[in-house]
């Protein structure tokens, strides 16, 4: 399955949840609810967004983007990132009001099933491209990952509000909410940090080291200078100083820049490498 369909699947479900969830707002009347229906509403701005992306992100290189598409799918996933930590502050504040004020709503067995429901279709979702993100490493797919997983925790405070509402007990909503609030944040920290990343160009983490110690393992490779790495989206690109013996054919220096790159390429996994090579001292 490919990063679009994931997207597009999700899309096409986002639409009926948000329908679902005007539905439950107009049932109960709760501020828990419309605050769940306009972040759906948001859902569909972050889900067309992120379809753009993958679909960017997999074009080709160009004049204009000479080392390919990929960070297409990090702006996104940095900007639904920022959009997870915005929305999450806002759940914070509204548990804060809700113990302070406390709130009365209209709750029936109905409106209870289809709280229920569309917290396992946002599970459902999450999950969905967890497994998508997992499978192909897609950081837009992550990204939708940890924004339905908040839908997910939204959505369960909202249906434990409503049932302890109706059982008279509305003690759990603010602490089972707080305690699902922080893994989310936890969560989107991550993401914001993952995209960061990408976006800044860091070297992720061991593939300096990966693709020194194969260049080492080359024969005719006497040392190994500057060693650079970044990502574009999910593929690495490395580009390094090989020494190799004074007095050789260029011919067979390019055969050795060559085998440097073979090399360096399997231990990483397909990455983009580029090797110059310089005269031992």
């Known amino acids: 399955m490919k990063r679009e369909t994931y997207v597009t699947a999700t899309l096409a479900v986002v639409l009926a949840v948000t329908a679902a969830k005007a539905a439950l707002y107009l049932t109960t009347g709760s501020l828990a609810v419309l605050a769940e229906l306009l972040d759906s509403v948001l859902d569909i701005v972050v889900s067309a967004a992120t379809l753009y992306a993958v679909r960017r992100s997999t074009e080709p290189p160009d004049r204009e983007h000479p080392y390919g598409h990929g960070k297409f799918e990090s702006l996104v996933a940095y900007t639904v990132s920022v959009f997870a930590v915005i929305a999450g502050a806002y759940l914070a504040w509204q548990l804060v009001e809700r113990v302070v004020r406390g709130y009365t709503i209209r709750v029936t067995g109905g409106a209870l099933l289809l709280a229920g429901g569309l917290v396992a279709v946002d599970a459902a979702l999450s999950l969905f491209n967890l497994y998508g993100y997992r499978r192909l490493g ?27 509402y109706r059982l008279g007990v509305k003690a759990a909503d603010p602490i089972v909410t707080a305690a699902l609030l922080a893994y989310f944040a936890y969560e989107a920290a991550g993401l914001l940090r993952e995209s960061a990343r990408v976006l800044v160009d860091e070297a992720p983490p061991g593939i300096v080291e990966k693709a020194f110690s194969a260049a080492l393992r080359v024969d005719g490779v006497l040392g190994v200078g500057r060693v650079r790495a970044r990502c574009m989206g999910d593929r690495p690109y490395v580009d390094m100083v090989v020494f190799v013996p004074r007095g050789i054919s260029v011919d067979e220096a390019h055969r050795i820049a060559d085998r440097v790159e073979r090399k360096v390429r399997e231990r990483l996994g397909g990455a983009e490498v580029v090797v110059h090579v310089e005269p031992a001292r």
């Open 138 to 164: 897609s950081l837009a797919l992550k990204a939708n990952y940890v924004n339905y997983l908040g839908d997910t925790v939204r959505g369960l405070g909202v249906f434990i509000a409503l049932l302890a």
